[in-house]
């Protein structure tokens, strides 16, 4: 169980880092800019919000592949 837990939190912080980068191409250039804007604004939590609505829709898609692996699993067994 600790397992999952820690490759699921490995894919949720990759998924939020990736999209960070891709939102906002300029943290590359000038990360402590951004983020003193960020502290400015206080919206600390919007990176979580989308990560998490992200990591939502891509477990869903996750679930539909597995089942659809178990049923063709399935079948071959019978």
Do not use: C
């Amino acid at each position: 169980m600790p397992r999952i837990l820690i490759r699921e939190g490995m894919i949720f912080f990759l998924m939020v880092a990736v999209s960070a980068l891709i939102i906002h191409p300029d943290l590359l250039d000038a990360p402590m800019e951004r983020l003193s804007l960020m502290s400015e604004r206080g919206n600390y939590l919007h990176p979580l919000l989308y990560g998490g609505i992200l990591y939502l829709a891509v477990g869903f898609f996750r679930l539909i592949a597995s089942f659809i692996g178990k049923l063709f699993r399935a079948k071959s067994k019978s």
